[in-house]
């Protein structure tokens, strides 16, 4: 069974363990109160509950081995706390209490009640016996509910507060249990009990820290490159001054200008639905920005989105800024609100530089509040020509968009379209297709009708792309393919998701591709990694989960990194030149394409398994998966790291990757809302 599956049983198993033991501790205290021949049903039904709860919580225990094969990441919490706290009780439950529910020993037999009956107790429940019996299955309970808790609250990693916090109010539930079992000592005993439930809960969740103010940046601050404005800002670490352009380098050099406007737009697509948008210079997608390699790029922003006038953001409205989706620019052209810049208001104008020197294709797209403003249009597509023209005599860029519900298809910087393009080629001409996944979502991608090879991922050419026919591709969130193939005398198909997206030379279509998905991260040629990535400088883990933790102020089920929500994710610092083993970990259910910025990283393996060594810079992290990724420190500044469902880095999965030395002006205030 895969990790993913068994992550999924496992999150209903706990679920249902919790149920089972809650049951039968109900129907056992139930049957206790009636008396002697009417109960006996109750404690039959308690019995069977019993039964299949040892059954239930047996299946944990296998999953839970299964999943440890896997990595201690997925099971740490279940090991150390879960699975101790509800199969100790449940032992003694099966042992004690079972035997007692079957015999229906606990009609009240005196041998089982010697301590007496407690005057306020109702008639039928010996004390003794209420405690013998009750009292196992009711602390069983409890640690099944505490699992729960486990897997939402503490996840990975474990900590001292988190398991005190769980263990007190374990305790403090058992103990005020064992107490209103026994015999009454005061008719006040019961609200003393509770209230010393109450208590210990205060206590355990402020023992546990889980609930502590919302400060911004508090851990970034102990990152060490926000400290006082020591060390050089980021805002220093700019792309070359026009200057530069005409200099040493040579007066050949071409500076390509743009500009990019943030206005409102209307997006119509073809079906008749439409969609108000935010656009760069009314078109959605935004103009196709290509240049050549070596060219000065230096796009102006306008935002001419419209002011709001809310009492709250009167004079402000949608702020903008400009992010270069995988190409590495310098760290102050990176265009993340808060971090390398603040955000560009209604009325302000930025002006970002960077020379470019990588080819292949990118896209750019808006940082502030980039779950809104993304979906809504505000991103464009990226081409850098190599120097020495690219084999291909056809080259198109493919933009797969979801408008509202509607996932759309734009070629080469048109209006998207959510019926079928057609894109009439010479038969025999050498094409490239640069798909770019704008989505937050991940799309698995088919070409039928010619066997064609994956040249590019993320803008890197792939060395020893071999030949596919049928195969299908998954293509991350913010994530590209460079499809290459020769036009055969027959049409082609490019499917995205199970839509029909492009037609290369109707009006016949072929099937759909129908193959196998192609694991990307073996594909092409193992390349020679650097001799620098035989050791690492430093290691950092990132386990990603749906946990409860704070989030902007307040505590909520978050996606969090190791446990913890933006901004309280602590900041991996770098050194310049270090290189770094990152392991990404993913112990939940959703997929998270993870994208560093400032930086494309090798994946090294994936579960285990050995990679090509590809660089990319937004790789799905599936459900259970683990990939071991290498990054070398060579671009230095604060960067944003995150979760390219732009929904999730909302709901807490972003932070920053810092280097030494490194400071950033920029913070929260001012209205900056990277996600
Ligand atoms: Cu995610």
């Known amino acids: 069974m895969t990790t993913a599956r068994l992550i999924a049983l496992d999150q209903i198993l706990f679920v249902l363990v919790a149920a089972a033991w809650a049951a039968t501790a109900g129907f056992a205290l139930t049957g206790l109160r009636q008396p002697a021949a009417a109960g006996r049903r109750t404690r039959l039904i308690a019995a069977a509950s019993c039964a299949a709860a040892i059954v239930v919580t047996a299946l944990r225990v296998a999953v839970t081995a299964g999943l440890a094969g896997a990595g201690w990441w997925f099971v740490a919490e279940k090991v150390t706390l879960a699975l101790p706290l509800v199969v100790v009780p449940a032992l003694v439950s099966a042992a004690v209490s079972l035997p007692r529910l079957l015999r229906g020993t606990a009609t009240g037999s005196p041998s089982d009640f010697p301590a007496g009956i407690p005057a306020d107790i109702p008639a039928g429940i010996p004390a003794g016996s209420?405690?013998?019996?009750?009292?196992?299955?009711?602390?069983?309970?409890?640690?099944?509910?505490?699992?729960?808790?486990?897997?939402?609250?503490?996840?990975?990693?474990?900590?001292?507060?988190?398991?005190?916090?769980?263990?007190?109010?374990?305790?403090?539930?058992?103990?005020?249990?064992?107490?209103?079992?026994?015999?009454?000592?005061?008719?006040?005993?019961?609200?003393?009990?509770?209230?010393?439930?109450?208590?210990?809960?205060?206590?355990?969740?402020?023992?546990?820290?889980?609930?502590?103010?919302?400060?911004?940046?508090?851990?970034?601050?102990?990152?060490?490159?926000?400290?006082?404005?020591?060390?050089?800002?980021?805002?220093?670490?700019?792309?070359?001054?026009?200057?530069?352009?005409?200099?040493?380098?040579?007066?050949?050099?071409?500076?390509?200008?743009?500009?990019?406007?943030?206005?409102?737009?209307?997006?119509?697509?073809?079906?008749?639905?439409?969609?108000?948008?935010?656009?760069?210079?009314?078109?959605?997608?935004?103009?196709?920005?290509?240049?050549?390699?070596?060219?000065?790029?230096?796009?102006?922003?306008?935002?001419?989105?419209?002011?709001?006038?809310?009492?709250?953001?009167?004079?402000?409205?949608?702020?903008?800024?400009?992010?270069?989706?995988?190409?590495?620019?310098?760290?102050?052209?990176?265009?993340?609100?808060?971090?390398?810049?603040?955000?560009?208001?209604?009325?302000?104008?930025?002006?970002?530089?960077?020379?470019?020197?990588?080819?292949?294709?990118?896209?750019?797209?808006?940082?502030?509040?980039?779950?809104?403003?993304?979906?809504?249009?505000?991103?464009?597509?990226?081409?850098?020509?190599?120097?020495?023209?690219?084999?291909?005599?056809?080259?198109?860029?493919?933009?797969?968009?979801?408008?509202?519900?509607?996932?759309?298809?734009?070629?080469?910087?048109?209006?998207?379209?959510?019926?079928?393009?057609?894109?009439?080629?010479?038969?025999?001409?050498?094409?490239?297709?640069?798909?770019?996944?704008?989505?937050?979502?991940?799309?698995?991608?088919?070409?039928?009708?010619?066997?064609?090879?994956?040249?590019?991922?993320?803008?890197?050419?792939?060395?020893?792309?071999?030949?596919?026919?049928?195969?299908?591709?998954?293509?991350?969130?913010?994530?590209?393919?460079?499809?290459?193939?020769?036009?055969?005398?027959?049409?082609?198909?490019?499917?995205?998701?199970?839509?029909?997206?492009?037609?290369?030379?109707?009006?016949?279509?072929?099937?759909p591709a129908a193959g196998p998905v192609v694991d990307i991260t073996r594909y092409g040629t193992p390349a020679a990694l650097p001799a620098r990535f035989d050791r690492f400088d430093r290691e950092t883990t990132w386990v990603l989960d749906k946990t409860l933790a704070v989030s902007g102020g307040l505590p909520r089920l978050a996606q969090t990194v190791n446990g913890k929500a933006w901004p309280n994710i602590p900041t991996p610092v770098v050194r310049q030149g270090e290189t770094v083993r990152i392991r990404v970990v993913n112990r939940g259910t959703d997929t998270h394409p993870m994208h560093p910025h400032g930086h494309h990283v090798r994946i090294l393996s994936r579960n285990g398994v050995p990679a090509t060594g590809l660089p990319m810079d937004t790789f799905d992290v599936a459900p259970g998966e683990v990939w071991e990724v290498a990054l070398v420190a060579d671009n230095p500044g604060v960067w944003m790291s995150h979760c390219h469902d732009l929904a999730h880095a909302a709901q807490g999965m972003e932070f920053h990757l810092a280097y030494e030395g490194v400071t950033t002006p920029y913070d929260m205030t001012n209205g900056n809302h990277p996600a």
């Open 130 to 511: 209420a405690r013998i019996v009750a009292f196992p299955l009711l602390v069983t309970a409890y640690g099944a509910v505490a699992g729960i808790a486990c897997a939402v609250v503490i996840s990975y990693p474990v900590t001292a507060g988190g398991a005190a916090a769980v263990l007190a109010l374990f305790a403090v539930a058992s103990a005020a249990t064992w107490r209103l079992l026994g015999p009454a000592r005061s008719p006040r005993h019961a609200w003393q009990a509770a209230g010393t439930c109450v208590l210990a809960l205060a206590l355990a969740l402020t023992i546990g820290g889980g609930w502590p103010s919302g400060h911004l940046h508090s851990e970034h601050d102990a990152g060490g490159h926000d400290a006082g404005g020591r060390g050089v800002s980021v805002d220093l670490l700019r792309g070359p001054a026009p200057a530069a352009a005409g200099g040493p380098a040579g007066a050949r050099e071409r500076i390509r200008r743009f500009t990019l406007t943030a206005q409102p737009a209307t997006v119509r697509l073809p079906s008749g639905g439409a969609a108000e948008a935010w656009s760069f210079n009314g078109q959605v997608p935004g103009p196709v920005l290509r240049v050549r390699q070596g060219d000065l790029v230096e796009v102006v922003l306008r935002n001419r989105l419209p002011v709001r006038e809310s009492a709250e953001q009167a004079g402000t409205g949608q702020g903008v800024t400009i992010h270069w989706h995988g190409y590495d620019v310098p760290a102050a052209e990176d265009g993340v609100p808060g971090v390398t810049q603040d955000a560009v208001w209604p009325g302000q104008t930025h002006v970002y530089r960077f020379r470019a020197e990588d080819a292949g294709t990118y896209w750019y797209h808006s940082h502030q509040n980039s779950s809104v403003a993304v979906p809504r249009g505000l991103f464009g597509l990226l081409v850098v020509d190599p120097a020495t023209p690219v084999p291909e005599s056809e080259d198109h860029v493919l933009a797969l968009h979801t408008f509202g519900s509607r996932p759309t298809l734009s070629v080469d910087g048109a209006a998207p379209s959510d019926l079928l393009t057609h894109l009439p080629l010479p038969p025999g001409a050498r094409t490239r297709l640069r798909v770019v996944n704008t989505d937050t979502q991940p799309v698995v991608l088919g070409l039928s009708g010619a066997p064609y090879r994956i040249a590019a991922v993320d803008g890197g050419d792939v060395p020893g792309a071999t030949d596919l026919d049928g195969a299908r591709l998954h293509l991350a969130a913010g994530g590209r393919y460079d499809l290459t193939f020769t036009v055969p005398s027959g049409p082609v198909l490019l499917t995205a998701g199970n839509r029909p997206a492009l037609l290369v030379n109707g009006p016949a279509t072929p099937p």
